[in-house]
């Protein structure tokens, strides 16, 4: 690789993406406009070789720069569905859960459970028995969860593999939303309360407890805060060794950001890994400590630039003296990150890849909120009704958190790669809508 190649995480568009002979966006050699036009929009399109350009980021910057043990796990929810989590497991990536759910998935797909671990602040006592009875790792996030699992892991005769997750004490600058590592956050045990969760769990056989676990937050560009992160969880690994607890894994969490506009600069891939183990290395070194497993577990960074969304364009408002709006097919229920954070996003024209600029619109989605805007103020060449408007950077957080807000069906999604396209999510219909509604005898039409 050469010295000077962007890291996925660096790049707007997916690796593959080009312009073919009719001016067209390409994407892992298909054609956008013949993609939506055989599966309709709006469409997730997600480039297969970006997503596993990324996976071997992380893989190959853990082999060359930590002399330890190592595991990068999938964050799932950044977009869970068995055809993303396949890939990644196929790059030999574990997998983070958080949620009965996303526990199922990876179970469907026969993931190896020592390859699973379980997050999440609030896992109720059947996510806990589910987790128990695959026998994958359960990161415990509070007291009440360690008190859960006793009685548990007893009914279910086994000793659960359980890490600690803790509040680092790291500011970061991200939003505040997506700030997980200060003191005042809703995850895990604060620092002071360690001592008493090691002396407690020295009298607990039934919960073995391997490692530690910290999270700062997501969308960070700073390489500091992780640097920091790494002394802090050597700390409390050497106090829990000293406590006599066998740990052996220690888990630095994800959150490197991604590109989604010009002015986002995110370190690559393999410069924040660097940062990681070099900093547990340092810090282990300097006290004596056996090197620890690092675990580390992107979501983001992994998905966010292999997927498109592909819409089609319709009306035009023009307001005079004011803006320009142009509407596409879908919005908020398949993208929420803009109504949700203020995300902004870029875009092409699939249909006029190479069409100069021409004018600056705000591009609106389909629901009922005024909020609803995908685009605000970018530039876009001429268009009409029908052009296909591509959103790029949309492989994270997107379909995970879509919604069927205004009872729009949730888009399908395609694997792209060599020129072929796999279904990997289909899409839904107005029947499947229904579904899940029951409709009391009393109410019914006589
Ligand atoms: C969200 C989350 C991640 C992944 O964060 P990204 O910013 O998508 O890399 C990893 N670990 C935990 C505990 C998380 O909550």
Request: hydrophobic letters at 40%; glycine letters at 10%; one cysteine or more.
């Amino acid at each position: 690789m050469l010295a000077t190649e962007l890291a996925p995480n660096q790049q707007i568009l997916p690796l593959t993406a080009g312009t073919n002979g009719q001016g067209h966006l390409e994407i892992g050699g298909c054609d956008v406009v013949e993609l939506v036009r055989q599966w309709g929009s709006p469409l997730y399109i997600l480039d297969e070789t970006t997503l596993r350009t990324a996976c071997r980021h992380y893989r190959e910057g853990l082999r060359q720069d930590y002399p330890g043990d190592a595991q990068v796990i999938y964050a799932t929810k950044a977009w869970c569905c068995l055809g993303v989590l396949a890939v990644v497991v196929s790059e030999g990536l574990g997998l983070d859960v958080v949620s009965g759910g996303e526990l199922t998935t990876a179970m469907r797909l026969g993931v190896a459970p020592e390859l699973v671990y379980f997050h999440g602040n609030n896992k109720s006592p059947a996510e806990l028995a589910l987790a128990l009875d695959y026998g994958c790792r359960v990161v415990v996030d509070n007291w009440y969860e360690l008190q859960t699992l006793v009685p548990l892991a007893q009914a279910a005769n086994c000793t659960a593999k359980i890490m600690l997750r803790f509040t680092p004490g790291i500011e970061c600058h991200t939003h505040e939303y997506i700030r997980t590592g200060h003191l005042d956050s809703k995850f895990g045990f604060d620092p002071q309360q360690l001592a008493a969760v090691f002396t407690w769990l020295r009298e607990r056989p039934q919960l073995e407890c391997i490692g530690l676990h910290a999270h700062i937050g997501s969308q960070i560009f700073a390489l500091e805060p992780h640097r920091d992160l790494t002394e802090v969880l050597v700390e409390t690994y050497a106090q829990g060794l000293q406590a006599g607890l066998p740990l052996r894994e220690v888990n630095v969490g994800g959150g490197l950001g991604i590109r989604y506009t010009e002015a986002d600069q995110p370190p690559a891939i393999r410069d924040w890994v660097r940062v990681v183990s070099q900093g547990l290395t340092h810090h282990c070194q300097q006290r004596g400590l056996p090197l620890p497993k690092l675990i580390c577990e992107p979501g983001r960074s992994l998905v966010g630039a292999a997927c498109v969304t592909a819409y089609t364009m319709g009306g035009r408002k023009e307001i005079p003296g004011g803006r320009t709006y142009i509407s596409v097919d879908g919005g908020m229920s398949d993208n929420p990150r803009p109504i949700t954070y203020q995300a902004q996003y870029q875009a092409v024209v699939a249909n006029r890849v190479a069409a100069p600029l021409a004018e600056t619109v705000t591009v609106a989605g389909k629901h009922c909120e005024s909020g609803d805007i995908l685009l605000k103020d970018i530039a876009l060449p001429v268009t009409q009704p029908g052009d296909i408007l591509v959103v790029l950077a949309t492989g994270a957080y997107n379909y995970s958190m879509a919604s069927n807000y205004n009872r729009i069906p949730r888009p399908a999604a395609i694997l792209v790669q060599g020129g072929a396209a796999s279904l990997i999510i289909k899409r839904e219909t107005w029947e499947d809508l229904l579904r899940q509604d029951c409709l009391p005898e009393r109410l019914m039409a006589p």
